[in-house]
């Protein structure tokens, strides 16, 4: 799966992040320096599965490959390459995405999921660099993640390793797409934040700002907690600090079992870190086992920003394999 | 931390394992094969750190060290073998355990945490042998456990990974001695399986063999619910079943992190193997993200039984660094 995974780096390499919106691509130069970046909306509908195929390698054609692409994907992702569930692209189940774009483009492409691509981009140029051992999490419409542990990513037995986002917190708690109650998504997501925002709403706990706003508490998103934090409105505050409560929670269990030195926020609401930083940390010294006794991991929000994925699947195609030296 | 990490094996080596109550000790030649084994009680009370240091020196003397003793010891232990925090131990508490052994002994000695020493000799020696992705959990009076990845354990940043029986699974649950609610080790744990017993007891769900037995539904424990389990009461399976679904809600909640091909169970309750397996592997498939879609990591219990963890500790003694070769 690594087709340049030894001798010199190609001068050019195609990094494609695969998002349920829009597919992002980047060329990158040997010093990982972005040459080029195209987007395109992700298709949608009976037919996409084709369509997908079809847009990613225009996209790769569109930025130049000669023969150096990796694709970043959100779901379970095989060690050959097979996608075996997305629950955010339409119809695509068992795809076999790398061996179906090779065939298209003519030459091997590497295919890993969406968050371990991130991971090794925050990890080899971003802010995890030279960390030995991180957690990475995506929080976006769903909550992905990536585990560095001794300096390599450890993917799994099948490469399905990270799917923090499935971790039951609360088997009480609110039914989840995937069948369970109470999974970490339901809570610590862009989709979580929106739904404690809502009920936040319903309840009278965001009287203030819906009256000043004239905002339907049923239809109070995310962002307008967000909006309403920032101007530093109170009872959007403890909406922002409940949710903060959770993310931790589902971090400080990910401490407990892995002991990273840096725990890495990315993903769509990492742009909240402003907002975000200081209640996580807060709630993570709360709920994180012994931690009067131990130094507390270091919360950081991912520094590559919407890119990381995309600069992540190039850097794995052009012969990083995350799995380092240890 | 391990005086022959080169050259030729020891002839002889000596792991201790401290237990809440007892601290069992090993001897093992070349081969691992037991040439002795001596248990101790652990000391109580106000002198205890004085009287633990002296058993365990006058255990190694006794098994006959010389110079490659090994110790595991419950709780937080950093890479300079500090005991920080151990609350089945009385009054222990920044304990430089490996240090002051050594000082008595007068050589170095390794000290680990049990339940990493115990992964070690399973995946050494015991049932995870030969496989590169594992998840040990031992479930005893709390909850230990280690995480083996591509062949080597992987301690984390500070020494503490592991730490699953502080993932919180219900922020609702029961209070925690740590200071939390619901911690998995509430509910999973030895103390686990009494407390449900005991709610299901009082709540009149155990009605049938309290009748027969006379007994008294407050002082019911986890080992009569498995005495009655066995003899085919169905109130007392049904109890087995509640207590193996919050088993396998933390084993799916680390599959899901970390991917393993196995999960191993070790503790004092691995010895309902025989009750707890169909329950756990039924529920493992319950829980586990898209398991549908994906090999079941297989359910294994310990091999070694309560030797596991000073077999573990003789062999880290003895050069093996639990790191492995990836």
């Known amino acids: 799966m690594s087709p340049a995974a030894s001798g010199p780096l190609p001068a050019r390499r195609i990094g494609i992040d695969v998002g349920g919106t829009k597919a ?18 992700t298709p949608r509908g ?40 997305a629950p955010n692209l339409d119809g695509v189940a068992d795809l076999a995405v790398a061996d179906l774009l090779s065939e298209r483009l003519g030459y091997a492409v590497t295919v890993d999921n969406d968050a371990t691509c991130a991971a090794v981009a925050e990890h080899e140029l971003g802010v995890a660099r030279g960390m030995r051992d991180v957690v990475l999490v995506t929080l976006g419409t769903g909550i992905g993640g990536a585990v560095i542990s001794d300096g390599a990513v450890r993917r799994g037995s099948n490469g399905f390793a ?58 109070v998103g995310g962002e307008d907690v967000e909006r309403w934090a920032r101007a530093g409105d109170g009872e959007a505050l403890a909406v922002i600090d409940e949710f903060c409560r959770w993310v931790a929670l589902g971090l400080a269990n ?39 006794l131990r130094p507390l991991p270091i919360v950081e929000f ?16 052009g012969g990083a394999d995350g799995r380092g030296v240890d």
Chains 1, 2 share one sequence.
Do not use: K
Not at 24 to 41: F, H, K, S, T, Y
Not at 60 to 84: E, F, I, N, Y
């Open 24 to 41: 992002l691509g980047v060329a990158i130069d040997r010093a990982a320096c972005l040459l080029d970046e195209q987007r395109r909306p």
């Open 254 to 292: 990910l401490t407990n079992a892995l002991d990273p030195r840096m725990l890495v926020v990315g993903g769509g609401l990492s742009a909240g870190a402003d907002l975000l930083r200081g209640p996580i940390r807060h709630w993570l010294a709360e709920l994180l086992y012994q931690s009067h």
């Open 302 to 317: 991912a520094e590559l920003g919407e890119r990381a994925g995309a600069i992540g699947a190039a850097l794995l195609a």
């Open 46 to 85: 009976p037919a996409s599965v084709v369509a997908l195929l079809d847009t990613l390698s225009a996209l790769a054609r569109d930025l130049g490959a000669g023969g150096v692409v990796g694709v970043g994907v959100p779901g379970l992702v095989t060690s050959a390459g097979v996608l075996r569930a």
């Open 162 to 219: 990270g799917e923090f986002g499935h971790m039951v917190v609360d088997p009480d708690g609110p039914m989840c797409p995937c069948g369970r109650n109470g999974c970490w998504e339901r809570y610590a997501s862009g989709e979580g934040l929106t739904r404690l925002s809502r009920e936040a709403a319903l309840a009278g706990r965001l009287d203030g700002p819906l009256a000043s706003t004239h905002a339907d508490p049923g239809a």
